[in-house]
């Protein structure tokens, strides 16, 4: 049938049913203004999780997502660049956000340039970049013990490796780099005492700087060591509590810092193992090993049939426990293998766990029952942090 005659049957059958459409008639769009951003609540909800996306394929491309875990849809709700290993954390006093990255002036070769890049938390836009001398910083996997902010928010923490190890002074206030302060044989930072940070060292021991609003040493101080570098080593990415820290070692044991005061204390040293769980032989494993909730709660991640070397192996299970009592409360039993935890704010928390396929499982905190899972938002999404 000639296309015509095919036009004027169907136009003969939308009449007898009373409506007639022209073949060439176009709905009429209303323009989208440009551009269209939307502006995000100054205060965010208890359910944001800034999820740290290193993106192993492609390093240049890193970034921090914001991702709201309690929303039906449209839980990605933007992103920050985090260039090269970056480093980031969020201020609890200030409307900003801080990332620390590396950019080479032929992408991924040439000039290197160590930033400080401040985004306000609104429109997550850049506001102001500070740039670190010297190639210093440290270009390691995400970890959030690399960058640190001190004294209300004050003065930022930058961890550098060259292989010398030292600590970059900042105070964010000013905009102004004020001194670079070394931390041989020693790593990362853990807040300590008022305006301070401590960092582990090699032999087992910690190492703790207070310095003054110039960023000068008042105090400096080595404590003997504590716990065995061969025989049970310690995580390096503790959970804290009002100044109190907590260390899981890679055999299960659970070692706790109190970080509150100029020098730290060394404090009791509880395993998190049962009899039965030694000969089964469970071990902590993973990425981000072990998170807290405001209720108090250490969840750890942990894997049977350990062995040295399985500490990064992840695991099948995340083990709750209460740590004013010493004891575990739940095992929750995850859909997927996990690689990384992480809490949420607030009276209802949620569990959110990097799964081997690199998606987030989420499951409510206080049953562990599994309740959805959000692919897509990341590519290598080790890190994961909650609200400040």
Known sequence: MPKLAIVATITVCLAIGGVVISPNSQAEL?????????QLPAAYPDSLLFVHDTNFDALIAGRIVLVDVAATTRNYLGALDA??????????????????????????????????????????????????????????????????LVDNDQFLLVYNFTPAASVT??????????????????????PSGRRGFSSLCS???????????QGEPLSQYRLPPFFNVDEDPLFDKPVYSDGRAWFASFKGGLQAVDFSKQIPEIGDRWSLLSPEDREEN???????????????????????????????????????????????????????????????????????VTNGEMQLDIYAAQSGNWLKTIGGVAATPFNLHARR
């Open 169 to 190: 002074v900042i105070d964010i206030d000013q905009r102004a780099i004020l001194n670079e302060l070394p931390i041989p044989g020693c790593g990362l930072i853990y």
């Open 83 to 148: 260039a090269q290993f970056a480093s980031f954390v969020e201020s609890r006093r200030k409307g900003e956000l801080y990332v620390t990255e590396t950019f080479y002036s032929r992408g991924t070769r040439g000039k290197r340039t160590d930033l400080l890049t401040i985004h306000d938390k609104s429109s997550l836009a850049p506001i102001a970049e500070l740039e670190l001398p010297g190639g210093k910083r440290a270009l390691v996997v995400s970890h959030r013990y690399t960058l640190q």
């Open 282 to 352: 469970w071990r902590p494993g993973g990425w981000q090993i072990a998170t807290l909730s405001d209720q108090g709660l250490l969840h750890v991640l942990m894997h049977p049939q350990g062995f040295d070397g399985s500490h990064k192996s992840g695991g099948s299970e995340v083990w709750v426990f209460d740590l004013a009592g010493r004891q575990r409360l739940k095992r929750i039993r995850l859909r997927e293998w996990g690689v990384s935890i992480e809490v949420t704010r607030g009276e209802e928390p949620y569990l959110v």
């Open 203 to 213: 032999n087992g021991s910690l190492y703790t700087v207070q310095f003054d609003e």
């Open 30 to 38: 209303i323009a989208e203004p440009i551009p269209s951003v939307l």
